[in-house]
């Protein structure tokens, strides 16, 4: 299929949902209108709340917020544990030393750790930014640990035997092994700095795409609720897209087939 074609089909699933969400809500046709937009609300209400706040302008101040808290999740914890992954997967031992340990805190609920962060990091962006890094470090980290575990070894013996150093090896032999699973794990973990942001807001904070949203539910406001939620999911459709933008730049060498086979 196209891209023209492909993009066609996509907006003919959301027009096609849209437009039963919107008969379902208005019309007797389902049951009880008053019923179904009382808990699912409209899409003339969603879209009125969105440009409400577009008009107003104070949309732009919460999606800055949401969108620092989540970027700075998703370098620190990205940086963190490409550094990490790197480093166990070339020091076996060590890795076998510190495997329960780490096996042990991805298990953690990660929102068990939010009021944790928020009584240490207070109600700011930093408790957010804490719970985006736990919810973006452990995706990475195993990527780019079996990534670089899992180099060709008929490569690696070739460029030993041509006489790389280390350093060498890491950059030509090593890192482009690591870079298509680092990027396949950077696109969940975009969401999922996304999310902690949210949640974080949601659970306690001042501004902010959760915060917008719990204060929506707190007065039954589903119109709201549901805006907000379709302004989140916009938000990291755009994220993502600028990942990708980056994955092609950088991935310039895979073949056209491996990046559209993703």
Do not use: C
Request: glycine share 8%; aromatic share 14%.
């Amino acid at each position: 299929m196209s891209r023209t074609g492909l993009l066609a089909a996509q907006v003919a699933v959301a027009a096609i949902i849209v437009v039963a969400w919107q008969i379902a809500s208005t019309t007797h046709i389902v049951g009880d209108p008053n019923n179904i937009s009382f808990f699912f609300s409209t899409p003339s209400a969603v879209v009125s709340q969105i440009w409400l706040w577009v008009v107003g302008g104070s949309i732009w101040y919460h999606l800055w917020i949401t969108l620092l808290e989540s970027m700075l999740a998703f370098v620190i914890g990205s940086v963190a544990a490409i550094l990490i992954g790197f480093w166990f997967a070339r020091k076996p031992t060590l890795a076998a030393i510190f495997d329960p340990y780490v096996k042990a805190a991805n298990a953690l609920p990660r929102v068990v750790l939010a009021p944790i962060f928020t009584l240490w990091f207070g109600l700011g962006i930093w408790s957010k930014v804490a719970l985006g890094v736990t919810l973006v470090f452990f995706i990475v980290f195993f990527n780019v640990y079996q990534g670089v575990r899992e180099v060709n070894t008929t490569v690696l013996s070739n460029a030993r035997m041509l006489g790389m150093s280390e350093r060498q090896l890491l950059r030509h032999v090593y890192w482009p092994s690591a870079l298509s699973w680092m990027f396949s794990s950077l696109h969940t973990s975009v969401g999922f700095a996304v999310v902690g942001a949210v949640v974080g807001e949601y659970l306690g904070a001042a501004a902010g795409l959760g915060y917008l949203i719990q204060q929506a539910e707190g007065v039954f406001d589903v119109g709201g609720v549901f805006a907000g939620m379709f302004v989140l999911a916009a938000f990291v459709l755009l994220i993502d897209w600028a990942v990708t933008l980056v994955e092609r730049r950088l991935l310039v060498w895979r073949p056209e087939n491996a990046k559209t086979g993703r």
